[in-house]
């Protein structure tokens, strides 16, 4: 089955500095893909979705990349405030419709002042 | 816009003890669903349900049962707590027919402390 690999686990940086975040999937049929961010004591929000057939997503503050030839899903925090600090997860599916999300295992991010 | 309630907020059992966690949104949504969250491991899917009366096993239904009383609530039932068990369990819902690209929306969790 589909395989999530999610780097780095833990980031920090300044604020004002970006902080990119990769995940690497292994089933190439996966078409709908997903970044959600949890801050501390909170549950998932939803931060965008993307479709296959797209290969660039701008969101309020960051940029999601998808690269399917290397089936690799990547999220750019641009600028990034203390705000942003929270936890990060992708999450994948398939064209089919598979009812459940494959999640990443998940990455801290820390923005320092 | 909905939301989904997840009771208790905290549940503090015995080991071996049978405990039950309970799910309820007002969406409307038809599919729910149970992840369990350990730290530095994502989020992994117990058990779902596509509608009222319906049950599918995830990757780590071993150990659990769920119910799906009707088509706002969800729940899920340790069998049988384990010391390894401590983790957030987390409940979702998503709109079926949509395929795969369903947002799922997720509660805020129950922390579950095996003692």
């Known amino acids: 089955g589909e395989q999530v690999e999610q780097r780095p686990p833990h980031l920090s940086v300044r604020e004002g500095d970006s902080a990119f975040i990769t995940c690497t999937y292994t089933?190439?049929?996966?078409?709908?893909f997903f970044w959600y961010k949890q801050e501390p004591g909170a549950s998932l929000q939803l931060l965008m979705k993307?479709?296959?057939?797209?290969e660039i997503n701008e969101g309020q503050g960051f940029t999601v990349l998808l690269n399917k030839k290397d089936k690799r899903l990547s999220l750019n925090l641009t600028a990034a405030h203390p705000g942003d600090s929270a936890a990060y997860f992708c999450?994948?599916?398939?064209?089919?419709?598979?009812?459940?999300?494959?999640f990443g295992t998940g990455t801290t991010v820390s923005v320092s002042p | 816009g909905g939301i989904i309630t997840q009771t208790p907020k905290f549940l503090i059992g015995q080991e071996g003890q049978k405990l039950t966690l309970k799910c309820q949104q007002n969406?409307?949504?038809?599919?729910m669903y149970w992840y369990r969250q350990d730290s530095g491991k994502g989020l992994r899917l117990i058990y779902y349900?596509?509608?009222?009366?319906?049950?599918q096993k995830g990757d780590l239904s071993e150990g659990y049962d769920a119910s799906r009383e009707k088509k706002s609530s969800f729940s899920l039932t340790v069998t049988s707590a384990q010391k390894n068990e401590m983790a957030v369990f987390l409940c979702?819902?998503?709109?079926?027919?949509?395929?795969?690209?369903?947002?799922?929306?997720f509660g805020p969790g129950t922390r579950l402390t095996v003692l």
């Open positions: 993307v479709f296959s057939s797209t």
């Open positions: 089933d190439p049929n996966s078409y709908y």
């Open positions: 969406f409307n949504h038809d599919t």
């Open positions: 349900s596509i509608t009222e009366n319906d049950l």
């Open positions: 979702a819902s998503s709109i079926t027919g949509t395929g795969g690209l369903a947002e799922q929306f």
């Open positions: 999450a994948v599916s398939p064209y089919q419709g598979g009812r459940a999300l494959i």
